[in-house]
């Protein structure tokens, strides 16, 4: 099972960042897939969850307006765009699957290596 991230960097704030996710060697459209993010020291943070086939998605309430979840199951790659960044939204974005829809940020069956994402000026 392989899950590699990229589209992280630096940005100034206002700007925006398109992460990917490639996932192999599973099943990509029987998962759920999720974005989570990390600062060190403190608790991992559900940013956006979508369904295995994409109908249905739901977002941290730090996202909401900013940031959209997408996913093409032909590919097997989740997305996440991210508009109007923040400082605050500086910290490590890990994609996970899971087979199940849920906003719960524990319980995942795979995870990726994360890629970093700062926000400064």
Known sequence: ???VESGGGLVQPGGSLR???AASRFTFSMYAMSWLRQVPGKER???AVISSLGRISDYADSAKGRFTISRDNA???VYLQMNSLKPEDTAVYYC???TYYSKN???FAFWGQGTQVTVSS
Do not use: D, H, I, Y
């Open 1 to 3: 099972v392989q899950l």
């Open 19 to 21: 992460l990917s996710c």
């Open 45 to 47: 943070e559900l940013v």
């Open 75 to 77: 590919k097997n790659t």
């Open 96 to 98: 996970s699957a899971r």
């Open 105 to 107: 940020p524990t319980g």
